[in-house]
């Protein structure tokens, strides 16, 4: 079984302030996570990265300079995400934005879940600041707000320390997706909510297809030009293997419609959701690129001349154990069969029909 051990990391802290006409101050923080250490190694070990994540950070960088401002995308994802607050009873006095869209989660709070303060994360100090610089919603004006420069695979935060966890369109880029996710239910309270969503396997398969054939006329063979991605299927494992109690996994799939196949590459790279892996060919032929735009044209055009874009987006909720949590009965426990149930509601149905 994998160690977890309590390892001190420092980070950079933007706090807001209300003391003075100073709004922000940059200050050190010491912080801790729960991680192994493990690297992979020539000699073998337990960590693989997929990912450049010192790329990703870059990539993000160049998004917080190119974002569009009310995207109705990333907004739809994060109203989807934010309404399960409304859903909760309980308050959140402690929250943890994680990564992805941050300011689109913290324009759209709106006050719900009696949020008091707030910490944004993000391993890019660009995208903070253009988050921190954004235009906020009247509700926000009264949560302590704190910018964390941090990656998500190694949390700066204390464990049971936060109320609440959100990461909007970040996580499917971690290379230790389910370590990740263990750090996030530790930095839990007891009956602390996780509330994540990421992209999907189906998500942009009209550009896996035109990339593929593409490259297979061109360079007679292929090479990974989009990223692989969790299905379905796994989400609830993931909240599972991470320790996380009442999982829940629902699905939304999103079509957006461009001019042209290259305003699709201009709104990832504004999302800053381009190619990042490891073992990507870091050269893409001209050839390639047209053929990729033409077959796109080809095969996936709508007949008003847009051209459309699958997103398939993963919700998933999970809380961090506590007694007060409803729990499942010992198996072999039930007093009645669902074979008697069923004689009778079906006898009773039955007698219901009109003759």
Same mark, same amino acid.
């Given at each position: 079984?994998?160690?977890?051990?309590?390892?001190?990391?420092?980070?950079?802290?933007?706090?807001?302030?209300?003391?003075?006409?100073?709004?922000?101050?940059?200050?050190?923080?010491?912080?801790?996570?729960?991680?192994?250490?493990?690297?992979?190694?020539?000699?073998?070990?337990?960590?693989?990265?997929?990912?450049?994540?010192?790329?990703?950070?870059?990539?993000?960088?160049?998004?917080?300079? %190119?974002?569009?401002?009310?995207? =109705?995308?990333?907004? +739809? *994802?994060?109203?989807?995400? $934010?309404?399960?607050?409304? @859903?909760?009873?309980?308050?959140?006095?402690?929250?943890?934005?994680?990564?992805?869209?941050?300011?689109?989660?913290?324009?759209?709070?709106?006050?719900?879940?009696?949020?008091?303060?707030?910490?944004?994360?993000?391993?890019?100090?660009?995208?903070?600041?253009?988050?921190?610089?954004?235009?906020?919603?009247?509700?926000?004006?009264?949560?302590?707000?704190?910018?964390?420069?941090?990656?998500?695979?190694? %949390?700066?935060?204390?464990?049971? =320390?936060?109320?609440? +966890? *959100?990461?909007?369109?970040? $996580?499917?880029?971690?290379? @230790?997706?389910?370590?990740?996710?263990?750090?996030?239910?530790?930095?839990?309270?007891?009956?602390?909510?996780?509330?994540?969503?990421?992209?999907?396997?189906?998500?942009?398969?009209?550009?896996?297809?035109?990339?593929?054939?593409?490259?297979?006329?061109?360079?007679?063979?292929?090479?990974?030009?989009?990223?692989?991605?969790?299905?379905?299927?796994?989400?609830?494992?993931?909240?599972?293997?991470?320790?996380?109690?009442?999982?829940?996994?629902?699905?939304?799939?999103?079509?957006?419609?461009?001019?042209?196949?290259?305003?699709?590459?201009?709104?990832?790279?504004?999302?800053?959701?381009?190619?990042?892996?490891?073992?990507?060919?870091?050269?893409?032929?001209?050839?390639?690129?047209?053929?990729?735009?033409?077959?796109?044209?080809?095969?996936?055009?709508?007949?008003?001349?847009?051209?459309?874009?699958?997103?398939?987006?993963?919700?998933?909720?999970?809380?961090?154990?506590?007694?007060?949590?409803?729990?499942?009965?010992?198996?072999?426990?039930?007093?009645?069969?669902?074979?008697?149930?069923?004689?009778?509601?079906?006898?009773?149905?039955?007698?219901?029909?009109?003759?």
């Amino acid at each position: 079984m994998r160690a977890f051990g309590a390892f001190q990391r420092s980070s950079l802290l933007l706090r807001r302030r209300r003391a003075n006409n100073e709004l922000y101050a940059l200050v050190p923080s010491g912080s801790f996570c729960t991680d192994n250490g493990f690297e992979t190694t020539s000699n073998g070990s337990s960590r693989v990265n997929i990912f450049d994540r010192h790329l990703k950070r870059k990539q993000r960088d160049r998004a917080a300079w %190119l974002t569009r401002p009310n995207d =109705s995308f990333v907004d +739809a *994802v994060a109203e989807n995400l $934010l309404d399960r607050l409304e @859903d909760c009873r309980k308050t959140f006095p402690t929250a943890l934005c994680l990564g992805g869209s941050l300011e689109a989660v913290r324009r759209l709070l709106r006050g719900r879940g009696g949020i008091e303060k707030l910490i944004m994360m993000d391993t890019s100090y660009d995208m903070l600041k253009s988050c921190k610089d954004a235009q906020q919603d009247a509700h926000n004006h009264n949560i302590e707000t704190f910018f964390v420069v941090g990656d998500e695979e190694f %949390l700066p935060l204390k464990e049971s =320390s936060l109320d609440l +966890a *959100v990461s909007c369109l970040g $996580l499917h880029w971690t290379n @230790d997706l389910p370590g990740a996710m263990i750090q996030c239910k530790l930095a839990l309270k007891p009956d602390g909510l996780f509330l994540g969503a990421i992209l999907g396997g189906e998500t942009l398969k009209e550009l896996r297809v035109a990339c593929t054939v593409a490259q297979m006329e061109r360079e007679g063979g292929i090479s990974p030009r989009v990223s692989p991605l969790a299905q379905v299927r796994d989400a609830g494992n993931l909240l599972t293997r991470a320790g996380f109690t009442l999982p829940s996994v629902d699905v939304d799939q999103y079509t957006v419609k461009y001019n042209s196949s290259l305003e699709l590459i201009e709104h990832l790279r504004a999302m800053g959701e381009t190619n990042a892996l490891l073992q990507r060919n870091k050269i893409l032929n001209r050839e390639t690129a047209l053929a990729t735009a033409a077959i796109y044209d080809s095969m996936f055009a709508a007949e008003d001349g847009s051209i459309p874009a699958t997103f398939q987006v993963i919700y998933m909720t999970g809380w961090r154990e506590h007694y007060s949590q409803p729990k499942p009965k010992r198996r072999g426990s039930a007093t009645v069969s669902f074979k008697d149930i069923h004689k009778h509601f079906g006898s009773e149905n039955q007698s219901a029909q009109p003759s």
